[in-house]
C-alpha cells in the first residue's frame, strides 16, 4: 500500500533545533534494527514527476549537496542505526528500498514536499518497498498564489526556502518514520516548533 508519510509546510528557521522529537509507533514494524537507506535524485522526467532540478531551479549540483547534508545531518546527529547512503543520480523514479528525490511541477497547496512509500512486502530487513520525496516547485506562500517557489540553500534567508532544511524534514519521514510531532499519532501538541519534524517547518543550519 502507498502511505503518505507527511508533508512540510511553511519553513521558518528557530533556534534550538531538535531531531527526534516523536515515532509514530503505529507504524515501527518498518523499522529494521540496522540498515541502509538508499537516496537518489531524479535526473529524467518521468510521467508525472520531473527533476527536482526543475522544481526549485537549482543546480544539479546544489541539489546534490543538499540531499548530501540533510542525510549527513541524521547520520552524524541522530543517534540511530539507519544510515542514509547518497547514491547519485537514476533516470528510474522506482528503486527498491530506496527514496528517489524527485519534483512535482503541477500540484499546488500549502506544501512544500511530500514524502510517500510502498509498504507492501516489507520485513526485519526491508525498510519499505521503494518511496519519493516530491519536491514542489508551485506553491500558495506568496502572492499571487500557484506560482514558483523561491527555494535556496542558504540557512537562514528570509526571501528562499531552505532546501537542505525540508530535506532533512523529509528523511525524517520516510527513512526514520517520524510524525510531526505537533498533528501526528501517539503525539504531543506541547511541542517545541524548533523541531524538524514540526508541521511549520524547523531549523537553524549552522
Known amino acids: 500500500s502507498l502511505c503518505l508519510l507527511g508533508t512540510l509546510a511553511m519553513l521558518s528557521t528557530t533556534a534550538n533545533a531538535t531531531l527526534l522529537p516523536c515515532k509514530d509507533f503505529t507504524n515501527d514494524s518498518l523499522f529494521p534494527v540496522r540498515s541502509t537507506v538508499d537516496v537518489w535524485i531524479l535526473n529524467t522526467a518521468s510521467g508525472t514527476l520531473v527533476t527536482p532540478m ?4 537549482l543546480s544539479s549540483a546544489d541539489v546534490k549537496l543538499a540531499v548530501e547534508r540533510a542525510a549527513e545531518v541524521w547520520n552524524e546527529e541522530s543517534g540511530s542505526s539507519i544510515r542514509i547512503r547518497v547514491q547519485g543520480f537514476t533516470s528510474s523514479t522506482s ?3 530506496a527514496l528517489v528525490v524527485t519534483g512535482q511541477p503541477t500540484t499546488c497547496n500549502g506544501a512544500l514536499a511530500t514524502t510517500y512509500v510502498d509498504a507492501s512486502g516489507t520485513s526485519s530487513t526491508n525498510r519499505f518497498k521503494t518511496g519519493t520525496i516530491e519536491l514542489r516547485k508551485i506553491g500558495n506562500f506568496t502572492s ?15 526571501t528562499t526556502y531552505d532546501l537542505v532544511g525540508v530535506l532533512i524534514h523529509e528523511l525524517g519521514h520516510g ?3 517520524l510524525d510531526h510531532p505537533d498533528t501526528g499519532a501517539n503525539c504531543t501538541s506541547a511541542v517545541n516548533a524548533a523541531s524538524v519534524m514540526h508541521s511549520l517547518a524547523e531549523r537553524t543550519r549552522e
Open 95 to 97: 528503486i527498491s528500498q
Open 175 to 177: 527513512v526514520y518514520n
Open 144 to 158: 499571487p498564489s500557484c506560482t514558483q517557489i523561491p527555494w535556496g540553500v542558504t540557512a537562514n534567508s528570509s
Open 54 to 57: 526543475t522544481a526549485t531551479g
